[in-house]
């Protein structure tokens, strides 16, 4: 009976009332704000996924960007890519301003540091490095009192982990640790164009709260940027698919129609 009453206690799910939301994080990408209803749920971590040239950087860059504008802390993990060469090959945003990096609103981090730091230098972690890792990531977002998290790419951690269980580990204590800080978490996940899965390892998707498939869709001679929300956790959203299209204004979105055809609408 005491078993019983614990498990009853733990499993206890959160009511919500009848048309009562969630709280939002309004990205700034107005088009994929438009999508979401308002923007991603709070403490939610979402898997930007996609292949080569997609855009999924520049788009993560700038829902950071936004945040930071807006008052909140917010952090870059880069793990593959120094963030000073990140910088360098931005897009030159008009509405960035370096100031939020010397505030430290924007904050950029990279991996090999922490990789160092914790001296997690083997080529494969084990279950405890997993903890480990996860623990310091955790640290530094409730330290820095982080609101808004980018890790790209989640791929790359992936490699170190090799197996199935160990990245279920990794991003089911992630996800629970940063969601208990209040913080919403971008993962950028790395696939191939004939990929018919939405991450390398099939792991990862399943765990996310939501994913955000970005592609390359050849017309007419031409490579256009596509955006499609496939599944977000915590609100109604479009399924359609969209050109995604950057510019120095920021990332733009159009829905295409079918037959290929792009919409003269905004997103």
């Given at each position: 009976?005491?078993?019983?009453?614990?498990?009853?206690?733990?499993?206890?799910?959160?009511?919500?009332?009848?048309?009562?939301?969630?709280?939002?994080?309004?990205?700034?990408?107005?088009?994929?704000?438009?999508?979401?209803?308002?923007?991603?749920?709070?403490?939610?971590?979402?898997?930007?996924?996609?292949?080569?040239?997609?855009?999924?950087?520049?788009?993560?860059?700038?829902?950071?960007?936004?945040?930071?504008?807006?008052?909140?802390?917010?952090?870059?993990?880069?793990?593959?890519?120094?963030?000073?060469?990140?910088?360098?090959?931005?897009?030159?945003?008009?509405?960035?301003?370096?100031?939020?990096?010397?505030?430290?609103?924007?904050?950029?981090?990279?991996?090999?540091?922490?990789?160092?730091?914790?001296?997690?230098?083997?080529?494969?972690?084990?279950?405890?490095?997993?903890d480990t890792l996860v623990k310091a990531i955790g640290s530094i977002v409730k330290e820095l009192d982080i609101k808004r998290l980018v890790i790209d790419s989640i791929t790359s951690v992936c490699y170190r982990l090799k197996t199935e269980e160990k990245i279920r580990e990794f991003i089911l204590k992630l996800g629970k640790t940063l969601s208990e800080l209040g913080c919403t978490t971008i993962l950028v996940s790395e696939i191939s164009p004939t990929a018919e899965r939405y991450s390398l390892y099939g792991v990862e998707e399943a765990i996310a709260d939501g994913i955000v498939l970005m592609g390359n869709l050849e017309r007419r001679g031409d490579l256009l940027r596509t955006l499609q929300v496939v599944k977000m956790r915590g609100t109604q959203h479009s399924r359609a698919k969209y050109v995604l299209d950057l510019t120095p204004c920021g990332v733009l979105l159009v829905p295409l129609l079918k037959g290929g055809s792009v919409s003269s609408g905004g997103g």
């Open positions: 009976m005491r078993i019983i009453a614990v498990l009853t206690m733990v499993t206890k799910p959160i009511v919500r009332r009848a048309g009562e939301e969630r709280n939002r994080c309004v990205t700034g990408v107005e088009g994929l704000d438009n999508i979401l209803n308002g923007g991603i749920p709070r403490g939610n971590t979402v898997l930007f996924t996609g292949s080569c040239g997609t855009g999924k950087t520049s788009i993560s860059l700038e829902y950071l960007v936004h945040g930071a504008i807006d008052g909140e802390n917010c952090l870059f993990i880069s793990v593959t890519e120094a963030s000073v060469k990140l910088l360098e090959n931005i897009i030159p945003y008009e509405f960035f301003d370096d100031s939020l990096i010397k505030k430290g609103k924007l904050v950029f981090v990279d991996m090999p540091v922490i990789y160092n730091k914790l001296g997690l230098v083997t080529v494969e972690f084990t279950l405890e490095d997993v």
